[in-house]
């Protein structure tokens, strides 16, 4: 059983940065995501990189949010500059051990931390 536990949330004022981290129990090979949820929102992918660094971004993410991960460390993270209020919400980590599926679909995923509250003021 894979455990997910994510950090590096908090509260910023808009233009700002943050960095999250999501670190795994083990060695993981797949898909690896950060998916967020707002209030009264469904839970939305927001990035995801295969192991041998293929990587989705949703629209929204292009160009402000970056995911990287290191294998090494069995952790996950997300950059995210010029912080938007619209992209508060709680940041997820999700993994799937496979290739198959579509990387930024929730569904897809076997695995999930337990989530960090971002929140952007403007």
């Known amino acids: 059983q894979v455990q997910l536990v994510e950090s590096g949330g908090g509260s910023v004022q808009a233009g700002g940065t943050l960095r999250l981290s999501c670190e795994a129990s083990?060695?993981?090979?797949?898909?690896m995501a950060w998916f967020r949820q707002a209030p009264g929102k469904e839970r939305e992918g927001v990035a995801a990189?295969?192991?041998?660094?293929?990587?989705r971004y949703s629209d929204f993410a292009k160009g402000r949010l970056t995911i990287s991960r290191d294998n090494a460390k069995h952790s996950l993270y997300l950059q995210m500059n010029s912080l938007k209020p619209e992209d508060t919400g709680v940041y997820y980590c999700?993994?799937?051990?496979?290739?198959?599926?579509?990387?930024?679909?929730?569904?897809?995923?076997?695995?999930w931390g337990q989530g960090t509250q971002v929140t952007v003021s403007s």
């Open positions: 999700a993994y799937k051990p496979s290739y198959s599926g579509r990387p930024l679909e929730a569904a897809a995923y076997n695995y």
């Open positions: 083990q060695n993981f090979y797949g898909w």
């Open positions: 990189m295969f192991d041998n660094g293929d990587t």
